[in-house]
C-alpha cells in the first residue's frame, strides 16, 4: 500500500494549519511556513513536531 495523496486535501500542519506537500522521493511531508518535514512511515504520516526535522534554506525555496 502506498501513501493516500487524497490526504492531502484535509491535512494540515499541526502547528501552523497550512497545507503540506508531498515529497514522493523523501517519504515526507513538508510544511514550507514553519520549515519541517514531518516523516511518513509505514504509509501513515507522523505530524508531531518531535518527529519532524528541520528544512534547509534550499529545500524551503525549492
Given at each position: 500500500m502506498a501513501f493516500d495523496t487524497k490526504l492531502l486535501d484535509i491535512l494540515a500542519c499541526p502547528?501552523?494549519?497550512?497545507?503540506?506537500h508531498y515529497k514522493?522521493?523523501?517519504?515526507e511531508l513538508w510544511c514550507k511556513a514553519d520549515r519541517l518535514a514531518y516523516?511518513?512511515?509505514n504509509d501513515i504520516p507522523v505530524l508531531m513536531e518531535p518527529e519532524a526535522?528541520?528544512?534547509t534554506l534550499d529545500e524551503v525555496q525549492s
Open positions: 502547528i501552523c494549519k497550512s497545507g503540506l514522493k522521493d523523501l517519504t516523516p511518513i512511515r526535522r528541520a528544512l
